[in-house]
């Protein structure tokens, strides 16, 4: 027994220390794989740190395109264009008027009023797009705690922001008042540079028009978003934000004979504005209207009321007492 025990000692000894030293030398060799490699810093093509807010509707785009809804309603979208650009042609075509037998009379006028009508059709169809996307922007980062990975980075908080409005501005301006000038432009083309020049405002108030309803829905849809995770609750409260108001603001101003009670309604707000910018006559009955300096307050009152409350909620961390 003592010699069998003696044996397996001697078979067992030597194989422990060959184990040992094998794994001591490979780790050696890791470690001095490790040590010996050269790092260097990355050398390639770097983003204009400018244009680094535009990584976010890149990314953006590819799951809002995914949803069938969003893309038949982008598509709708170009419907009107396409009509209000075969009227402007039908308008200056004697064949085509000829061939249908309708006289330059009979087709609507080419004027402020129509490229008005076109903005107001637009507009809606992008308030329905922003109902759609916007109210996920900024909340899926939030309730994923997604905002240090971003600010950790050399991103600010102002390029974040900027990179989630771009997503909205970019896909609104498709459809408002990009077709809209190539409208006004086809319209100056086939009636010459002397229409151009006399109604230049009509392309002015298509882009500020546009602009200012575009910068609206996306303040608005970024900061509902920001404070109401939840995606159907923003998106009814970014519907109610421009329904409950205007009820409210129309039923007050007939009932007391006030215009003041629609400083809290914002599409009374853009309407005064827009009227102003394609020279309408207003309202016969004063107590229906604002004063247009009155509307541009209210307008600017809730732009910066918006970047107030998007400054206070998206940050790195929320500390919640």
């Not at 390029?159 to 077709?179: M, R």
């Not at 100056?188 to 200012?212: H, K, M, R």
């Not at 309407?271 to 309408?280: G, P, T």
Request: hydrophobic share 55%; with cysteine; aromatic share 14%.
């Amino acid at each position: 027994t003592q010699h069998s025990a003696l044996s397996t000692q001697h078979f067992f000894l030597p194989l422990a220390l060959s184990t040992f030293f094998f794994l001591s030398r490979s780790r050696t060799q890791t470690l001095m794989a490790v040590y010996e490699h050269t790092y260097k810093p990355y050398d390639g093509e770097l983003t204009p740190q400018w244009s680094r807010f535009l990584v976010l509707p890149r990314h953006a785009y590819r799951a809002v395109f995914q949803s069938k809804l969003f893309t038949g309603l982008f598509a709708v979208c170009f419907v009107c264009p396409l009509v209000m650009a075969i009227l402007i042609y039908l308008h200056h075509n004697t064949n085509a008027l000829a061939l249908f037998e309708i006289s330059a009379a009979d087709v609507v006028a080419i004027n402020g009023l129509f490229f008005q009508i076109y903005l107001s059709i637009q507009s809606t169809l992008a308030a329905l797009m922003t109902i759609i996307i916007g109210p996920a922007l900024v909340s899926r980062d939030l309730t994923n705690n997604a905002l240090p990975l971003y600010l950790c980075r050399p991103f600010s908080r102002a390029e974040y922001l900027l990179g989630k409005a771009s997503t909205l501005v970019i896909l609104l301006s498709l459809v408002t008042w990009i077709p809209g000038t190539l409208l006004f432009i086809f319209q100056s083309y086939l009636e010459g540079f002397a229409w151009a020049a006399d109604n230049l405002w009509i392309g002015a108030a298509i882009v500020t028009g546009s602009l200012l309803w575009i910068v609206m829905l996306t303040l608005f849809s970024l900061t509902l978003s920001a404070w109401i995770k939840w995606r159907v609750a923003a998106s009814g409260a970014l519907f109610a934000v421009f329904a409950i108001p205007a009820a409210m603001a129309t039923f007050v101003s007939e009932l007391f004979r006030t215009p003041w009670s629609h400083m809290f309604n914002p599409s009374m707000l853009l309407k005064v504005v827009i009227d102003a910018l394609f020279r309408n006559a207003p309202e016969s009955q004063p107590w229906r209207t604002l004063p247009i300096e009155a509307a541009w307050i209210g307008i600017i009152g809730f732009m910066l009321v918006s970047v107030l409350l998007l400054s206070r909620k998206v940050r790195a961390y929320e500390v919640i007492s």
